[in-house]
């Protein structure tokens, strides 16, 4: 007899649920997980792996459980004042948001958030026992500081999750909502800025608010302008008290040596691993014209992927790029479906299979 899940006896909470799914398939052109489609440049990818190779030597002792070094790197990266102390890291920025969560929510505690918006908040909110809220977007997907605060006022939640540029949809949060949600709440306040390396440079971040705000948590990743998604590296900078919080929940040695070593060496190649985001950037660009001129409305987007309606069956079309070795997202909003900037190249195999597609009516 083969046993299943319902046979187990797992957490009530977590029986019926789904866990994260987007599909991983072998397609030519994978555009469906909002990766960076720009590999490496190869003198970088040297200085990591020599980096890395270095690292190996010591792999018989646990590495440096404060990753002091990366944090150093991190936060000159960012600038806005902040230093070493008011950084942390962990494997990816899906890890960061678990540990907050696991810190200042759990049972009993609930985080508010924003959907349509990245699918693991209120996956990671399951995971932890911390109930989910929902709270509703205003026209074309933006939250207004009335909107943020009426939502909070409503349900008072121990956390408020936004994510800006946001997920799916590339919408911009204005730093206005975020002050106003600070001061709507005695909970945590989490920016996740996973694409703002992607926005205009005049957008400016929510780091410039954390100075005064020790509520306030500012998540970001390599994964995306770093094209380090398959290294796991996510940050995010806070006041100093946070990271004192998260060594609470945090297992001791999170991040590997090796995960150090990469990271510090990508981040001393920061103007080269950047380059490419001015390219993804006119990618994302071409589509937000292209895709209008095939006949779909897309939404303004501030990240690298776009998302776009008008699409009669999306299931249908989702197959259809399929049949044609590309990848995109479904992410079962009416009407819709999501793609990421490629390079070049790919985003011009996308929209040519996307203008065959619509001539044939599907
Ligand atoms: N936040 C958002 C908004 C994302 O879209 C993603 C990845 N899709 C992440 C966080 C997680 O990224 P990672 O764990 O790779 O840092």
């Known amino acids: 007899m083969v046993t299943s899940l319902d046979d187990l006896p797992i957490r009530d909470d977590l029986r019926g649920l789904t866990p994260y799914g987007a599909p991983q398939k072998h397609v030519r052109i994978r555009l469906n997980v909002n990766e960076n489609t720009h590999p490496i440049p190869d003198d970088v990818a040297r200085g990591i792996v020599d980096a890395v190779a270095d690292a190996i030597r010591t792999v018989n002792r646990y590495p440096d459980r404060e990753f002091t070094l990366l944090r150093e790197s991190l936060a000159s990266y960012l600038g806005h004042g902040l230093g070493a102390d008011n950084i942390w890291a962990a494997n990816g920025s899906n890890e960061v948001l ?30 932890t026992g911390t109930a989910w809220l929902r709270g509703e977007r205003d026209e074309e997907f933006g939250i207004s500081p009335e909107t943020a605060v009426r939502w909070i006022e409503e349900t008072g939640p121990d956390i408020v999750f936004f994510c800006s540029p946001n997920n799916p949809t590339g919408t911009p949060l204005h730093l206005d909502t975020i002050t106003a949600a600070y001061d709507a709440t005695d ?57 004192d919080a998260l060594r609470l929940v945090r297992l001791p040695y999170h991040l590997s040596a090796l995960t150090q070593a ?101």
């Open 262 to 362: 990469a990271a510090i060496a990508a981040l001393a190649h920061t103007p080269q691993m950047l380059a490419m985001v001015d390219d993804i950037k006119s990618q994302r660009d071409r589509l937000l014209v292209e895709l209008p001129k095939l006949g779909y409305q897309v939404h303004d987007s501030w990240a690298n992927f776009v998302l776009f309606g008008g699409v009669r069956d999306p299931h249908a079309v989702f197959e259809a790029l399929l049949d044609d070795d590309i990848i995109i997202r479904d992410l079962s909003i009416p009407g819709h479906l999501r793609v990421t900037a490629g390079t070049e190249e790919e985003t011009t195999a996308f929209l040519e299979a996307m203008a065959r597609i619509t001539a044939r009516g599907t």
């Open 187 to 243: 909970g945590i306040v989490v920016v996740d800025e996973a694409y703002a390396e992607f926005a205009p440079a005049e957008l400016p971040t929510a780091l410039s608010l954390l100075a005064g705000r020790p509520r306030l948590i500012v998540s970001r990743t390599m994964s995306k302008a770093f094209a380090f998604a398959g290294a796991r590296v996510g940050y995010l900078a806070a006041d100093p008290a946070i990271a």
């Open 98 to 127: 678990q540990q907050i969560l696991q810190a200042f929510g759990g049972p009993g505690r609930s985080v508010l958030g924003f959907p349509p918006t990245y699918s693991m908040h209120s996956i990671i909110a399951a995971g």
